[in-house]
């Protein structure tokens, strides 16, 4: 297997436009997450899916931002409309058991709002 | 609030030497605890985990110690290589509550010198 893939792998926007990150988890895995990491807060958990339904978003820091899991091999999170503090880098993750199991991270997507 | 702590930053050492890395935490609910190895431009990687019913566990030339009593962990490595240069987080996650995400600490960036 590929591993967890995200693209793109860097994005440079300007403040007030829309971004989509996308990330595709590794196959038969029922667990996706999304952690952002910066180097004030370190890596913190947005969001996460079990079975393609989102189970806990309190992590998402606005309403500005969102995320979606449409089938088993693909997932969204979309910041509309972003802000220079939204940079960081944005980290998919997936696992194949309820917590417990080892969470397998993507590259990561480095974000740069200006 | 930081749940979980790495209280150093950065960590040089020596080639061959012993690693040993810091994590505290203060929720007494936590009951799984792992560590991840990141590499630049790369996702963290899982490196070894313990639950909360051990005080140890071993894997090669890594060994994870939990003291529950102060709610302290830490990741020994010996000996240890050039290839264990990275940034080492600590994560933790307790089963109750329905929450598999993983709380991070920030990380120690360990420099193993020739």
């Known amino acids: 297997d590929a591993g967890v893939i995200q693209s793109p792998r860097h994005e440079v926007t300007e403040m007030g436009q829309e971004v989509t990150l996308r990330c595709k988890p590794i196959?038969?895995?029922?667990?996706l997450f999304w952690y952002r990491q910066t180097m004030m807060r370190g890596l913190e958990l947005l969001i996460y899916f079990n079975n393609n339904v989102p189970i806990d978003d309190s992590g998402m820091p606005e309403d500005r931002f969102s995320a979606k899991m449409p089938n088993a091999s693909f997932s969204t999170l979309k910041i509309q409309p972003s802000e220079p503090r939204d940079s960081a880098v944005y980290f998919c993750?997936?696992?194949?058991?309820?917590?417990?199991?080892?969470?397998?991270f993507g590259p990561g997507t480095r974000l740069t709002v200006l | 609030d930081q749940q979980v702590k790495q209280n150093s930053p950065s960590l040089s050492v020596q080639e061959g030497r012993i690693s040993i890395l810091n994590c505290d935490y203060t929720?007494?609910?936590?009951?799984?605890f792992l560590w991840y190895k990141k590499y630049p431009a790369e996702g963290p990687t899982f490196l070894i985990s313990?639950?909360?019913?051990?005080d140890k566990n071993e894997d090669g030339r890594f060994t994870v110690f939990l003291n529950k009593s102060a709610k302290h962990l830490s990741l020994h490595i010996v000996p240890s290589q050039p290839g264990d240069s990275a940034v080492y987080f600590c994560?933790?996650?307790?089963?109750?509550?329905?929450?598999?995400?993983?709380?991070f600490g920030k990380g120690t960036h360990l420099i193993i010198q020739p």
């Open positions: 993750a997936s696992s194949e058991t309820q917590g417990w199991g080892e969470q397998f």
């Open positions: 929720n007494s609910m936590f009951d799984y």
């Open positions: 994560a933790t996650r307790y089963s109750g509550g329905g929450a598999d995400g993983l709380t």
């Open positions: 313990i639950s909360s019913i051990k």
């Open positions: 196959s038969g895995h029922d667990y």
